[in-house]
C-alpha cells in the first residue's frame, strides 16, 4: 500500500502528512483552505482541490476533520469520499467525532465494501509533529491490521479498542478522566496554599502518595515543580480549554446516548464552560487552577 489521502491539512493534519512523507508513502492531500494546501505542497505532498480528486486511486484515505458533522459530509456527500475512492480502499478517520457518528460513518463505509477505521490520536499538535502520536482504534481485526502500517510513521502508540466507535470512545472516556483529575489537583494546590502549604511542598507529598495522577507529576497546575508545564509558561498551551471543552462535550454526549451516570464529568463540562465563557477558550486547560480562585 503505497498511496494515500489527507483529508484535512490543519494544526495536526499537516505535520500527520508530513510524517508518511518522510516514511516514503505518496500522499495526495485536499482542505478548503488553500494555505493549507500550499503548505502541503513546500512539504513534497501533491495537493488537489476537491476530495474527489484527492481520493483518486489511493489505497488508504486518512481524514483529520474539525467534527463529526464535517467528516460525516465528506465522506457521504455526492463528491465525497465514498463517491470517489476505489474498491476496497482502507478509511482512516483520526478526527475526534462523536461515537455515534464514527459508528454510523464505518457502517455505511462497510455497506459499500469499504474498510474503515475509527483512529483519534492524542499527543497534540506537538505529537504530531514529532510522529509520535497516541492512535485508539476503533474497527475490525482485519481493517485494524491493515491501518496499523500507515499509522505507523505518525505514531509513538497504536492500540485496538474494540470495534468501530471503540477508538473515540477510549479518547471520550480518557480525556474526561483528564479533566476531573485536573480539577481535582488543582483544588488541592488551591486548599493547600489556603491552608499555609508550599506548593512544592504538597507535590513533594501527593507526588509520592495515593494522590498522584498525570495532571499532578507530568502537567503541574503550579509552576516550579514539573518544569515543562504550561504552568511555568503563563499557562500557554499545550492543550487550549476549548479543545478540552470539545471533548468532554463529546464525552457527556456519549453519556447520555447510554445513560452511563457520570457526575464528575458533567461538573467538570460545566466549570470548563465558565472557563471559556469568561473568555479564556485559548488558555491551556491547567489554568482552571487559577479560574477556580477567580485569578485568571
Ligand atoms: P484545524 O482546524 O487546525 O484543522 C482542520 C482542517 O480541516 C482545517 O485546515 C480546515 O480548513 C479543514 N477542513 C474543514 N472542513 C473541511 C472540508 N470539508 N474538507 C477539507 N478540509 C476541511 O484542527 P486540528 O487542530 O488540526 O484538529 C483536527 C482534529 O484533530 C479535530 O477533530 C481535533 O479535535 C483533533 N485533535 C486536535 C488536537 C490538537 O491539539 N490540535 C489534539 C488531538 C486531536
Known amino acids: ?8 491539512l490543519g494544526n495536526m493534519g499537516l505535520p500527520m502528512s508530513k510524517n508518511l512523507l518522510g516514511a516514503g508513502f505518496t500522499v495526495r492531500g ?3 483552505a488553500e494555505i493549507a494546501r500550499e503548505h502541503f505542497t513546500e512539504a513534497g505532498g501533491k495537493a488537489f482541490t476537491s476530495v474527489a480528486e484527492a481520493v483518486q486511486g489511493a489505497d488508504a484515505i486518512i481524514t483529520m476533520l474539525p467534527n463529526g458533522g ?5 465522506y457521504e456527500g455526492a463528491d465525497g469520499v465514498f463517491a470517489n475512492a476505489k474498491n476496497g480502499a482502507l478509511m482512516i478517520d483520526s478526527s475526534t467525532i462523536d461515537v455515534e457518528t464514527a459508528r454510523a460513518v464505518a457502517s455505511a463505509a462497510e455497506a459499500k465494501g469499504f474498510s474503515m477505521v475509527d483512529a483519534p490520536v492524542s499527543g497534540g499538535v506537538g505529537g504530531a509533529a514529532a510522529g509520535t502520536l497516541a492512535f485508539m482504534v476503533g474497527g475490525s481485526d482485519e481493517a485494524f491490521a491493515r491501518a496499523k502500517p500507515v499509522l505507523e510513521p505518525m505514531a509513538g502508540k497504536i492500540v485496538h479498542c474494540g470495534p468501530s466507535g471503540n477508538g473515540q470512545a477510549a479518547k471520550a472516556c480518557n480525556n474526561m478522566l483528564l479533566a476531573i483529575s485536573m480539577i481535582g489537583v488543582s483544588e488541592a494546590f488551591n486548599l493547600g496554599r489556603s491552608l499555609g502549604l508550599e506548593d512544592q511542598v504538597f507535590f513533594d507529598v501527593a507526588a509520592n502518595a495515593s494522590g498522584q495522577c498525570w495532571s499532578l507529576t507530568s502537567y503541574c497546575p503550579v509552576p516550579g ?3 515543562a508545564s504550561p504552568a511555568n509558561n503563563d499557562y500557554k498551551p499545550g492543550f487550549a480549554t476549548a479543545l478540552m471543552l470539545k471533548d468532554l462535550r463529546l464525552a457527556m454526549q ?3 446516548s447510554t445513560g452511563a451516570n457520570t457526575p464528575m464529568g458533567k461538573k467538570a463540562a460545566e466549570i470548563y464552560t465558565a472557563m471559556d465563557e469568561a473568555g479564556h477558550g485559548g488558555v491551556d486547560f491547567s489554568g482552571v487552577i487559577k479560574h477556580l480562585t477567580n485569578s485568571l
Do not use: R, S
Open 1 to 8: 500500500m503505497t498511496t494515500i489521502a489527507f483529508i484535512g
Open 30 to 32: 485536499f482542505d478548503l
Open 70 to 74: 464535517i467528516v460525516k459530509t465528506v
Open 225 to 227: 515543580p514539573v518544569p
Open 254 to 256: 456519549a453519556a447520555g
